[in-house]
């Protein structure tokens, strides 16, 4: 299979004008669909160990599933840790992934600083790319007040500047989940002049409740990794759940109708960001 220079995949977007898609896996059938939909549509992929997986099975379990899909594709992918803690970024640049996401976002500012430039020295060292994340990203169904939650521009250019990160992840109106009620406009203004002042990639968690409309905007102002997840378990919830609503069937045969629903779903982000056929690696 192809591992790619993810670094590479994210200033190749830049310098497009489009976003690469970052999604997380949390069993055999969700990985073999993520890779699935990076095949068909030629797009490159962040496949992501998420915060879900992991206590669900561990680190290292979840990375040998991915790596045992993943191997046997043409796709171009990249194996990245997703919000991970202090000890799960060491794990996982020692099991040897190509991008971490250290998330000290929960610390306060000073410390959120050090212990992300801390990450960002180890990493660096290994060839590994590192993402952070600063401001908070609430729950969809959480009531927020967003003064308190958006990244500050101030802040965000004095993060970037003392800890090296590669790409920092904002909030700026999203929320993990999609939301019951109104969503938050995305503040588009904002996401401008943290690009402006900290000259990183930019990346949105909680895509799944963005309109294209949204996706186009944030895109242009200098978001170019986009996390989603939400719509595509509920894709893969509702292949099983077809299948099951016709009586007592086969596990096997609703666990595939779900992964062909999430292919087609993760095909349709790819197609939002822009990224479709911009592999370099015919599947």
């Not at 194996?79 to 610390?107: K, N, R, T, V």
């Not at 590192?130 to 009531?143: F, N, T």
């Not at 939400?230 to 666990?255: C, P």
């Amino acid at each position: 299979m192809t591992w790619v220079d993810p670094m590479g995949l994210i200033r190749a977007a830049e310098a497009g004008g489009y976003a690469v898609g970052a999604f997380n896996m949390h069993s055999d059938e969700t990985t073999q669909a993520l890779v699935r939909a990076a095949e068909e549509s030629a797009s490159p992929m962040f496949l992501q160990v998420g915060r879900a997986v992991v206590p669900h099975m561990g680190l290292q379990a979840a990375t040998e599933m991915t790596r045992r899909t993943a191997d046997s594709s043409r796709a171009e992918l990249v194996l990245h840790l997703d919000h991970g803690p202090w000890h799960e970024c060491l794990e996982a640049i020692q099991l040897g992934f190509g991008s971490i996401m250290y998330d000290g976002a929960h610390l306060p500012f000073e410390d959120n600083i050090a212990t992300t430039r801390r990450i960002v020295e180890v990493a660096h060292s290994f060839g590994i790319i590192v993402e952070a994340e600063l401001g908070k990203i609430p729950d969809a169904d959480q009531q927020v007040d967003w003064s308190a939650y958006y990244t500050d521009v101030d802040e965000a250019e004095r993060f970037v500047a003392e800890t090296g990160v590669d790409t920092l992840a904002i909030s700026v109106g999203i929320v993990h989940g999609i939301p019951a009620h109104d969503p938050q406009p995305l503040d588009i203004e904002r996401i401008e002049r943290i690009r402006d002042v900290t000259g990183v990639p930019l990346v949105l968690h909680g895509a799944s409740g963005l309109s294209e409309e949204e996706v186009r905007a944030a895109t242009a102002a200098g978001v170019h990794k986009f996390n989603a997840d939400t719509d595509l378990r509920l894709a893969f919830r509702k292949g099983i759940e077809q299948v099951w609503s016709q009586g007592d069937r086969q596990l096997e045969e609703a666990l595939a109708e779900g992964r062909d629903l999430m292919v087609a779903a993760t095909v349709e982000k790819l197609r939002q960001y822009g990224c479709l056929g911009r592999s370099k690696v015919s599947a």
